[in-house]
């Protein structure tokens, strides 16, 4: 089981900035299996959709990037090397991991996935 105070060690281990409260949180919220069980079930999504906005996530706290959003950016490469971005503005800024992930994957499902993506990137 992991718990509150690791993860917040870790994040400061990782010389993160900005609110280590709100990025903890976020990142056991990610953890939860009740969170992973809506995805896969209500919401359609796969494992390798959630890995993927789990090291996005990870990324942006390492990187100190999760102060306040107000825009969420999705960027597909396929495996010819086409390269698109799509971007959506937030209702209303802010730093809840729900809200964050929610529009991310809005925003995936936006793209024709109908090639093999070759990198998947999302800030």
């Avoid at 690791?6 to 949180?25: F, I, P």
């Avoid at 990610?30 to 390798?48: A, K, M, P």
Wanted: charged fraction near 25%; charge should be neutral.
């Amino acid at each position: 089981m992991v718990q509150r105070t690791h993860v917040r060690v870790l994040l400061q281990a990782a010389h993160s900035t900005g609110d280590l409260d709100a990025q903890t949180d976020a990142l056991l919220a990610l953890l939860d299996s009740d969170y992973i069980e809506h995805q896969l079930n209500e919401r359609g999504h796969t494992l390798q959709t959630l890995g993927d906005a789990w090291r996005v996530w990870r990324a942006s706290c390492a990187a100190g990037e999760l102060d306040l959003v107000t825009r969420v950016a999705v960027t597909v490469r396929t495996a010819t090397f086409y390269t698109r971005t799509k971007i959506r503005k937030l209702a209303a800024p802010s730093s809840d991991r729900d809200v964050i992930v929610a529009a991310a994957l809005r925003v995936l499902d936006l793209f024709e996935l109908d090639r093999p993506i070759r990198l998947l990137g999302c800030g």
